[in-house]
């Protein structure tokens, strides 16, 4: 392949990934051909992208986009995945699939320039993601709020009760 052509490679790769910092490594060389097509058609409905590309071929592209974090994992075959809400939903997804096929293999990725081993990715899989985490700031949020309320309304519903049942005793 001529110097012409890798760079050409590269660049499409580049512009493919854009300016995304958050990307996992996986190796599906022991998958065949009819259940890689299917890996890729349900990632694409989940908007992760996966390319196969050569191993040099994606560390110049990498590192042009400024992502050096994967060059150690970047050895052997190789496919870049990334894409989806977020790299917790994207750890979580590739793990499930990893799972269901044998001979899927997570080799590793990068979050915020930090490269990350494949144990690394199994752990962020397993942490909540974005809207699990939103969702859990905001009940601690609420939750004190939600107490002063409870405990302000608690003797004041007790006097308005004696006070009815006042009320009453006297118009009978």
């Not at 050096?68 to 809400?85: F, K």
């Not at 997804?93 to 081993?117: P, R």
């Not at 107490?147 to 006097?159: D, E, F, I």
Request: proline share 3%; charged share 25%.
């Amino acid at each position: 392949m001529s110097k012409y052509i890798k760079e050409l490679i590269a660049s499409d790769v580049r512009e493919r990934i854009g300016d995304v910092q958050e990307l996992l490594v996986i190796d599906p060389s022991k998958v065949d051909a009819i259940t890689t097509n299917q890996l890729r058609l349900d990632l694409r409905k989940k908007e992760i992208k996966m390319v196969l590309v050569k191993n040099s071929l994606a560390r110049m592209a990498l590192n042009q986009a400024g992502v050096s974090a994967l060059d150690p994992i970047l050895a052997g075959p190789s496919a870049l995945v990334w894409g989806g809400e977020d790299i917790v939903a994207l750890s979580k997804e590739m793990a499930s699939w990893a799972k269901e096929i044998d001979g899927l293999e997570i080799k590793g990725g990068t979050v915020e320039g930090t490269t990350l081993s494949a144990a690394d990715v199994e752990v962020l899989s397993k942490s909540p993601g974005r809207l699990e985490l939103i969702s859990q700031i905001a009940g601690l949020a609420l939750s004190p709020g939600g107490q002063l309320v409870g405990a302000l309304l608690g003797p004041g519903g007790k006097v308005s009760g004696q006070v009815k049942a006042h009320s009453e005793r006297e118009e009978e």
